[in-house]
T-cell receptor, first 114, second 114 residues
């Protein structure tokens, strides 16, 4: 069965530092991959997605993610974190065999120190 | 403004008292879904709807009902709420059914059942 693992439950970085949030998936074929962000008190918002093609995808708010098939990973990165990036980040995999729902990771909570 | 709205945003109720959480989207989206979010468990899908009058169970449908009589609305009904349904609930919609499409989330409804 498909699954998504976000190994880091909680990460703290200093403002201006670089960020990498990890996401590993288990899926037989080429997956559809997503990163969503949940700011405090708000719903989730799509940051970026990967379906095919260039394995480095750019998203909103200065985020990017790289799909690495050999590592079954889709890590999210940002070169310089801002205090407003403090939020919960969710990785998700689209199930092509069941095209009706996403498989969600449990999320990574990001705190940003001033 | 394109959005998904949920009401109420906060609700405290007692065991067994029927309640409805409304969800409405103004984007003419076909697909709508309900999730609950619990600490350590991430997002779990309750029900989804591929289109008007088409609904199906997600991963945790027990204790919930939904209906989709019109395209824009997808209410979540708890006929006899219990304390284990205390959670943060999100409604989401997307243009088309299927995991290729970005999901738009409402702001969430925090439900407490005592």
């Amino acid at each position: 069965a498909q699954s998504v693992t976000q190994p880091d439950i909680h990460i703290t970085v200093s403002e201006g530092a670089s960020l990498e949030l990890r996401c590993n998936y288990s899926y037989g074929a080429t997956p559809y991959l997503f990163w969503y962000v949940q700011s405090p008190g708000q719903g989730l918002q799509l940051l970026l997605k990967y379906f095919s093609g260039d394995t480095l995808v750019q998203g909103i708010k200065g985020f990017e993610a790289e799909f690495k098939r050999s590592q079954s990973s889709f890590n999210l990165r940002k070169p310089s974190v801002h205090w407003s990036d403090a939020a919960e980040y969710f990785c998700a995999v689209g199930d092509a065999g069941n095209n009706r729902k996403l498989i969600w990771g449990l999320g990574t909570s990001l705190a940003v120190n001033p | 403004e394109a959005q998904v709205t949920q009401n109420p945003r906060y609700l405290i109720t007692v065991t067994g008292k029927k309640l409805t959480v409304t969800c409405s989207q103004n984007m003419n989206h076909e697909y709508m879904s309900w999730y609950r979010q619990d600490p350590g468990l991430g997002l779990r899908q309750i029900y989804y709807s591929m289109n008007v009058e088409v609904t199906d169970k997600g991963d945790v449908p027990e204790g919930y009902k939904v209906s989709r009589k019109e395209k824009r609305n997808f209410p979540l009904i708890l006929e006899s709420p219990s304390p284990n349904q205390t959670s943060l609930y999100f409604c989401a919609s997307s243009l088309q059914p299927g995991t290729l499409y970005e999901q738009y989330f409402g702001p969430g409804t925090r439900l407490t059942v005592t």
